[in-house]
């Protein structure tokens, strides 16, 4: 988690993690960027003990919703990346569409609208 939010900081700063090549380590750079660190450990902190306070049901329903979600968003990723399959394209014909999607992704999204027309 840290050396993630490290980065986050170091390519919102636009700078190198508090690294110069011609002068060395900028301290103020440095830290800055552990001072950010810290304020999102404590953050971090907060939520864990919140989820552990939480009733072993409303747990589950995170987990569930979690899991779902973070599904779906890696599939959705996978198919923006992805051109549409034979069978998407034949099935948005037999649909009556003209278009021809980019994506994977964006013929799944065409053919839930013309499935709820």
Known sequence: MIASA???LCAKKGGGGGYNQSMGASFSKIRDTCKELK???????????????LSASDKAKIDLHNREYYGK??????????????KQLKFLKSLGSKVVPET?????????KLMKM
Not at 42 to 49: C, D, G
Not at 73 to 86: D, L, V
Not at 104 to 112: F, G, Q, R
């Open 73 to 86: 968003a890696a599939g959705e990723r996978k198919m923006e990346q992805s051109g549409p399959s034979e």
């Open 6 to 8: 490290h980065e986050r």
């Open 39 to 53: 304020e999102l450990s404590i953050e971090h902190a907060k939520l864990v003990i919140a989820y552990v306070k």
């Open 104 to 112: 994977m992704l964006d013929a799944s999204k065409l053919i839930d």
